[in-house]
């Protein structure tokens, strides 16, 4: 630390501005006087630790910040809309009728199958991370196999029927067949036939039923080279025993079939 003193020349009659050095003192401890050594002290905030030791003057501590234990980004617009489909068509309440212990993990796969088209199945865990679905845990690809394999005609069968039992009794049905090309080695139904792509190339078909709403409620498997389906085969699938007791009859040209 220094200060300015300002000196008269008596030469010049001027003041004169002189920075005179000051000697600045550091307390660093005092003298024992036994020994004769310097004992170092610490001065800084020393009262206020014997207030806190003595806790006179406790100061609270101020929180910080609390660690999130789990973040996570979770999709659940579009399953939650199928969600609402399945419980407004009976979908749902139907495979768990038919499917007790798996029918969560059916349902889950559907949605995965639906926003995902066209992506394989192995994908699903990293899919089910990311969006909210039925079963709400991973799906192996081995575990999608099996579960597949699993599902027996019968089942299938009575699912139909329990859909077919939830349309109205004066509702019109639409029926129709797609081809699906495929180079499968191991399924007895590829075959090839008429493809309505214009693909040269073996095909399983697939006929499908409709109510008015656009809704499918059955389909079935045929061999690539069947044309079509005689309705009456299908009617023979689903069976008679809808609560409405309604018969099938098919419009052979528009492949239309109208319930009685």
Known sequence: MSSIIQRLDKRTGT??????????????????????KVV??????????????????????????????????????????????????????????????????ILSIAYYLILEDETPLYRFSKWGKLHRHPYGK????????????????EQKMKFFRLQGERRSENEYWAYDTTSISGYSETLRQVKYGKNKDGDHLPQIN???????????????KLAGNIPDIVCRNMKRSIGNTSRSGRLLS?????????TR
């Open 15 to 36: 003041h004169m501005s002189m920075n005179q050095p000051r000697s600045k003192r550091v307390l660093i401890g005092k003298l024992d006087p036994d020994t004769g």
């Open 206 to 220: 697939l006929a499908i039923l409709f109510e008015e709403s656009s809704l499918p409620f059955y389909y079935r």
């Open 40 to 105: 170092p002290t610490d001065g800084r905030g020393k009262r206020r630790k014997e207030r806190l030791q003595q806790g006179a003057d406790a100061i609270p501590v101020k929180q910080g910040p609390i660690p999130a234990l789990r973040t996570e980004r979770v999709f659940y617009g579009a399953t939650y809309l199928f969600d609402q489909i399945g419980e407004l068509t009976g979908v749902r309440a139907d495979l768990k009728v038919c499917f007790p212990d798996t029918y969560k993990q």
């Open 250 to 258: 098919a419009a052979s040209q528009s492949h239309t079939v109208r």
């Open 138 to 153: 991973d799906i192996s690809s081995q575990r999608s196999g099996e579960l597949f394999r699993s599902i027996t005609e």
